[in-house]
């Protein structure tokens, strides 16, 4: 079966309906989440404003073109916050109550 994706808001109704929502860890690890997906998204802001090359100054005060550095930190950004989102839903799959079909986990698989 194929995976379902899922957004934040889906995610976080899903929480509230199987009782955790207001447990320590999710609420920890979703706090974490958000903070992850504000950072891509200024990642991705900055790469669209500046570019994939930059320019900078050498010691000998030479302007050289190189690739952007953040293009090399979008992926790890990206990988943290996909397990801190597995770990929601692990959260969700383990400590919750069973959902219902109505609710739409049903259908999601880790």
């Known amino acids: 079966m194929a995976k379902k994706r899922m957004e934040y808001g889906d995610i976080m109704k899903v929480a509230e309906t ?65 397990k801190t989102l597995s770990l929601m839903l692990e959260i969700i799959l383990k400590l919750g109550k069973q959902p219902t079909d109505s609710d739409g986990l049903g259908d999601f698989k880790l």
């Open 18 to 82: 199987c009782g955790v929502d207001k447990n320590a860890f999710f609420v920890s690890a979703a706090k974490r989440y958000a903070m992850q997906v504000e950072a891509i998204e200024k990642i991705r802001t900055k790469i669209d404003e500046d570019g994939l090359m930059i320019a900078h100054c050498n010691v000998r005060g030479e302007i050289n073109m190189d690739v952007n550095p953040l293009t090399v930190q979008l992926p790890k950004y990206i990988d943290t916050a996909n």
